[in-house]
């Protein structure tokens, strides 16, 4: 099994910025997929973005983010970072990363229920 522990949320001011880090431990995968969605009380886990490689790197993202996040790795740390630029009020959320063993369709990447490995969530807070 895959352990995903994310880090680096915190609280910050609209406009300001906040780098995510999933760091992954037990056992790799020689293709990956891996994720960051981001939840509200009371809403359903909402895609952000995702990165895939296997001979290539593809990453995708939701357009509410589109231009402000980036999503990138660091092979030798097994670790997986979402740079948020230009947060927004209502970028307030729990965001969890997660992962999965399979290479995910792009009809199939942006759903929640397709990953089977999920960090316990670091909480990210933009003040107005």
């Known amino acids: 099994q895959v352990q995903l522990v994310e880090s680096g949320g915190g609280l910050v001011q609209a406009g300001g910025s906040l780098r995510l880090s999933c760091a992954a431990s037990?056992?790799?995968?020689?293709?990956?997929?891996m994720g960051w969605f981001r939840q509200v009380p009371g809403k359903e886990r909402e895609f952000v973005a995702a990165i895939r490689w296997s001979s290539d790197i593809y990453t995708y993202y939701a357009d509410s983010v589109k231009g402000r996040f980036t999503i990138s790795r660091d092979n030798a740390k097994n670790t997986v970072f979402l740079q948020m630029n230009s947060l927004k009020p209502e970028d307030t959320a729990v965001y969890y990363c997660c992962t999965t063993a399979f290479t995910l369709a792009v009809a199939s990447i942006i759903r929640s229920d397709e990953y089977d490995y999920w960090g316990q969530g670091t909480q990210v807070t933009v003040s107005s």
């Open positions: 037990g056992r790799t995968f020689s293709t990956y997929t």
